[in-house]
């Protein structure tokens, strides 16, 4: 069997070993996502919608969980994406007998294998309030333009904290507002920034260029930035920035006009 040493350093090594045990033949800016994530701590996946984030994440949390002990955590700011990877790391090991044998628990939010490691998946909703005090080696923060700052800092992040030079966090998603996620592809250079476009995605065939034709057609010009140019535009565009227009909604009830 072959080490997370050896991956490290051979795309090519890499490619096959996820083709053998998974059936699935990465596309390239895929494989490059995961070499990045087997050679650095501190990772962001600043991708277009549907280019396949989840699924590259997907299948390194399953590689890391098979090859050593490894407890890793995915974040997702509503149960829905925290669901679909979660869903999408079970479907990998259904495909695949000799992983099926190496898993010792399996649950609607928890997976334990026989060599001790586990992949917890977790909803942030509220504040995640209720999420402080787990620890981990690896935190994927899954649709991490959602995610809140606060959440970020005080919730997810601490479960790094005993872990010194040694833990990883992956936040991965497409471009929203100016947050953590902003901050991480632009402002703090301790991250190893992967941007893939729609361009990418197309010279993959994961879209076809009528798709993308007729998206442009269809969206807004910031709606299509922000979907498929992976670009923070919201925050430049608008009069007024989202992250304040956010702090000033009010919820109240209408009352009938007599
Ligand atoms: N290398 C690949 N080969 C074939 N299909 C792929 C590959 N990578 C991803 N896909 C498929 O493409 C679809 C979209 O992938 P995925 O859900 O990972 O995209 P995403 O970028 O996370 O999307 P979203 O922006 O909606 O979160 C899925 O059906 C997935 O299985
Ligand atoms: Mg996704």
Known sequence: MFTIEE??????LLFDTVDFLFNYKLYFYQTKFLMKCLNYRKIVGKWSRQSGKSQAVAIYILLMAILEKTTIIIAAPIQDQSNLMYSKIRELI????????????????????????????????????????HTCDILIIEEAGD???EVVGSVLIPYLASKGDKGQVIKIGTPLRRNHFYRSCYEDTNYEVINVTWRDAVKVGQYTQKFI?????????????CEYESEFVADA????PPHILEKSELNYNLFEVL
Request: proline share 2%; aromatic share 6%.
């Open 7 to 12: 991956l490290k350093n051979d795309e090519d």
């Open 94 to 133: 259904s495909e695949n007998p000799d992983i099926q044998a190496l898993l010792k628990k399996d649950t609607q939010s928890e997976l334990i294998f026989n060599n001790r490691s586990v992949i917890l998946s977790i909803t942030c909703a509220h504040g995640g309030r209720t999420k402080r005090g």
């Open 147 to 149: 995610m809140e700052d």
């Open 213 to 225: 034709d007729d998206e442009k057609a269809e969206l807004t010009d910031v709606q299509f930035r």
């Open 237 to 240: 565009m608008g009069f007024f």
